[in-house]
């Protein structure tokens, strides 16, 4: 049986001839694929409705379009062909986290590639915005009845398989990273990472960390070797944010929103803690508030707001059902 990249490839390949009437293949790291727009052609990725803007709101807050912006299964080009048009229409983000959040009032603000106020970068990364640092894929300012400010982090997925392992490039010596009890006990030695200065684990470890300490070590490997780098920065940029003494948030929470269809992402190749699914694993085994977490599909997102669409969202709707089969 097909998988679901499969099946998505060729969706998309057939948009890609069908409904943009191109048929050259698009290059990446020197190879031609046919799910790969050319180049030059990028910009076709994104709905014709929100291009222009798009491009503009990108440009003028200094955010990188991801390396690869043409390929058609690019979870960027996703999420902003559904939300983008969303940020001057946060009524409708209402009516979504409303049915998660029971204190919800209103919501104020709806960015992409966040890395905090004032584009700070808290872990003394290299790049920018949307590049080589943690960013999420959409934050999302909200009221609550009491008038706090809160926050939303959230990391999006299309057709991946996982949420990212801590590159060994650079790494005078990958094998420590395969012991957990070494690193938490001595990670500027231990921990790449914390040599070259990031200061990961120096929050992972302080007093008030959202992690559970002593199951830092559940497994012999670092718990963020093989399947939760991506989930643990991003999990750490909303420490930042609600510890950040310049800012003002009740709260500020991450989570993950993805496609149902994508099962390959909720089974990773080990299990952690004896859990395979790491949207489970994550929060159970190595948060202190596992409640903070949350995980959200594209397809619930859709059938919680499609009752309040009004007509002007019509043609939105038809391009992602024609593109994406949403």
Not at 50 to 76: C, G, M, P, T, V
Request: with cysteine; aromatic share 14%.
């Amino acid at each position: 049986m097909e998988n679901f990249k499969e099946q998505i490839k060729k969706q998309q390949i057939r948009y890609k001839e069908e409904v943009l009437n191109i048929k050259e293949w698009g290059a990446w790291r020197r190879r031609r694929y046919s799910h790969i727009l050319p180049k030059r052609m990028w910009n076709l990725n994104l709905w014709e409705g929100l291009r222009e803007e798009a491009e503009h709101y990108f440009q003028d807050n200094e955010i990188a379009w991801h390396d690869q912006k043409h390929n058609l299964l690019s979870s960027q080009i996703m999420c902003v062909n559904i939300f983008f048009p969303l940020r001057q229409h946060v009524d409708i983000l209402k009516i979504w986290l409303a049915h998660h959040f029971n204190e919800l009032e209103d919501v104020k603000k709806l960015d992409f590639e966040y890395t905090g106020p004032g584009n700070k970068n808290y872990f003394k990364e290299l790049g920018r915005r949307g590049q080589n640092r943690t960013s999420s894929d959409l934050s999302i300012i909200w009221q609550d009845k009491e008038k706090r400010k809160n926050m939303l982090l959230l990391e999006f997925k299309f057709t991946e398989s996982d949420f990212g392992q801590c590159s060994k490039q650079d790494n005078p010596d990958p094998k420590r990273c395969l012991s957990s009890k070494d690193i938490v006990s001595s990670h500027k030695t231990q921990c790449y990472r914390s040599q070259v200065e990031r200061p990961y684990w120096d929050m992972i470890l302080s007093s008030d960390s959202p992690f559970r300490k002593e199951s830092l070590t559940t497994e012999s490997y670092c718990p963020f070797h093989y399947d939760f780098y991506q989930l643990m920065r991003n999990q750490l940029l909303a420490y930042c944010i609600q510890s950040d003494p310049a800012e003002d948030f009740n709260k500020v929470e991450f989570g993950v929103i993805y496609n149902s269809d994508n099962e390959v992402l909720t089974r990773m190749s080990r299990p952690f803690g004896g859990e395979y699914n790491p949207l489970k694993a994550w929060p159970r085994n190595l948060l202190k508030s596992p409640d903070t977490f949350h995980v959200f599909t594209v397809q619930e997102f859709f059938n919680t707001i499609e009752p309040k669409l009004q007509d002007n969202f019509k043609n939105w709707r038809a391009y992602l059902k024609q593109r994406y089969n949403l």
